[in-house]
Structure formats: structure tokens, C-alpha cells
């Protein structure tokens, strides 16, 4: 595993060998696990934040879309 992204707001964190990624709303207190198609439909998304675009803004943002409605909350035992 490993960190690949990480703001106020969101963390990412990359499974290598799963090819999936982690989306960790650390204000919202929720995660959301992606692999497969959505974890390189993602991986594009990102890419496609044109360079001179691409900062913290936008890819929180970004990430807010994909975990509107699909991220679960984060519960401790």
C-alpha cells in the first residue's frame, strides 16, 4: 500500500497489487474502496486535470464527485 495523495481533505491510498485505490474523506470521516474500471477510470480523471489546472482544488473536488453518495463512514472498534 501506498500513499499517493494527501490534503486537508483527502487521502489517497494505492493497492498495487489489487490495481485498486482507497478515497479517504478525512473531513466526512468516510472511505471508499475502488478497483477494477473505476480505479482506472479515476487514475484517467486525474490525468486528465490539465497540468497548470492540476492542484489541490481540483483534485479534491474531483474527489468529492466520486465519493458523493458512495463512500461509507469510517467506524472504529
Do not use: T
Request: with cysteine; glycine share 6%; charged share 25%.
Amino acid at each position: 500500500m501506498n500513499l499517493v495523495y494527501n490534503s486537508d481533505h483527502y487521502a489517497i491510498v494505492a493497492y498495487p497489487i489489487r490495481q485498486a485505490f482507497e478515497l479517504v474523506d478525512k473531513l466526512g470521516s468516510r472511505s471508499l474502496f475502488v478497483q477494477g474500471s473505476v480505479a482506472v477510470g479515476l487514475r484517467e480523471a486525474i490525468d486528465n486535470i490539465p497540468d497548470e489546472c492540476r492542484d489541490e482544488e481540483s483534485i479534491d473536488s474531483l474527489l468529492d464527485d466520486y465519493c458523493a453518495g458512495a463512500a461509507k463512514p469510517i467506524v472504529f472498534h
